[in-house]
């Protein structure tokens, strides 16, 4: 699959790692629907992407509710007429402890709603948009692929019980899909990223920035730009399908 001139949609397209990836296959000529659900951030990274020399449209939408996902990959495919590819970015963190205690006293639990919010946006969400891609996909007979946004915390990670789980089953999805849709023409494969410089971690306190890097190997955090660089490989590689691709500068957790 070539990058040029095809239409690639992004879950939470309008800021960090999908906005990267945007403006990175921008670039190089694809076009872009973007779904987000802050205006000012999607009109912004349209913008980018215009700039960069692709073509772009804003879609606001929750993709943790079944209605607006289906309005939008509806809207997405009468826009553009056709769709190539999906990036399933879109995600929340809630982070805590299952249950935090100090001197045998229950100081805190992980609510329900901390766990049910991820769990709707990070695997719900990628569910409703994995599958309204592909049925538009096979219907308009586009062969392309699905790229689920996971990360190295679906190996399970302290304090993160609602996000690890989330992003397990979104692995998961990688080659459950990948052999349902492979008749169709269409791949699907995962990135695992480790800790990426976007605006999230930006706002980090320095202190807690020095001691997440130091336990990379690497010594360093991962570039946007390397994240959308892996996405572009797995878009050109007719051949890659059903697998997940860790990019964490060798950490593990």
């Given at each position: 699959?070539?990058?040029?001139?095809?239409?690639?949609?992004?879950?939470?397209?309008?800021?960090?790692?999908?906005?990267?990836?945007?403006?990175?296959?921008?670039?190089?000529?694809?076009?872009?629907?973007?779904?987000?659900?802050m205006?000012?951030?999607?009109?912004?990274?349209?913008?980018?992407?215009k700039?960069?020399?692709?073509?772009?449209?804003a879609?606001?939408?929750?993709?943790?509710r079944?209605?607006?996902?289906?309005?939008?990959?509806?809207?997405?495919?009468?826009?553009?007429?056709?769709?190539?590819?999906?990036?399933?970015?879109?995600?929340?963190?809630?982070?805590?402890?299952?249950?935090?205690?100090?001197?045998?006293?229950?100081?805190?639990?992980?609510?329900?709603?901390?766990?049910?919010?991820?769990?709707?946006?990070?695997?719900?969400?990628?569910?409703?948009?994995?599958?309204?891609?592909?049925?538009?996909?096979?219907?308009?007979?586009?062969?392309?692929?699905?790229?689920?946004?996971?990360?190295?915390?679906?190996?399970g990670?302290?304090?993160?019980?609602?996000?690890?789980?989330?992003?397990?089953?979104?692995?998961?999805?990688?080659?459950?899909?990948?052999?349902?849709?492979?008749?169709?023409?269409?791949?699907?494969?995962?990135?695992?990223?480790?800790?990426?410089?976007?605006?999230?971690?930006?706002?980090?306190?320095?202190?807690?920035?020095?001691?997440?890097?130091a336990?990379?190997?690497?010594?360093?955090?991962?570039?946007?730009?390397?994240?959308?660089?892996?996405?572009?490989?797995?878009?050109?590689?007719?051949?890659?399908?059903?697998r997940?691709?860790?990019?964490?500068?060798?950490?593990?957790?």
């Open positions: 699959m070539k990058l040029q001139e095809s239409v690639i949609a992004i879950t939470g397209g309008g800021q960090g790692l999908g906005r990267a990836m945007a403006e990175y296959f921008a670039a190089r000529g694809a076009k872009l629907a973007l779904i987000d659900l205006p000012e951030k999607l009109d912004e990274a349209v913008t980018a992407c700039a960069a020399g692709g073509d772009a449209r879609y606001i939408c929750n993709v943790a079944e209605p607006e996902v289906e309005e939008t990959f509806a809207a997405i495919n009468r826009d553009f007429g056709k769709l190539n590819g999906l990036i399933n970015n879109a995600g929340i963190l809630r982070d805590g402890m299952l249950v935090k205690a100090k001197d045998g006293e229950i100081v805190k639990r992980m609510s329900l709603s901390e766990w049910q919010s991820v769990i709707d946006v990070n695997l719900t969400g990628v569910f409703l948009c994995g599958r309204e891609a592909a049925t538009h996909m096979i219907q308009n007979g586009d062969q392309g692929a699905i790229i689920n946004i996971a990360s190295i915390s679906r190996a990670n302290m304090g993160q019980s609602n996000y690890s789980s989330a992003k397990a089953g979104v692995s998961t999805l990688v080659p459950v899909w990948a052999k349902e849709l492979a008749r169709h023409g269409i791949r699907v494969m995962g990135i695992a990223p480790g800790f990426v410089g976007t605006e999230m971690t930006q706002s980090m306190k320095p202190e807690a920035l020095e001691r997440m890097t336990a990379i190997p690497l010594k360093r955090m991962g570039r946007p730009e390397e994240i959308a660089s892996t996405a572009a490989f797995i878009f050109e590689n007719d051949y890659l399908s059903g997940i691709i860790e990019v964490d500068g060798a950490l593990r957790i």
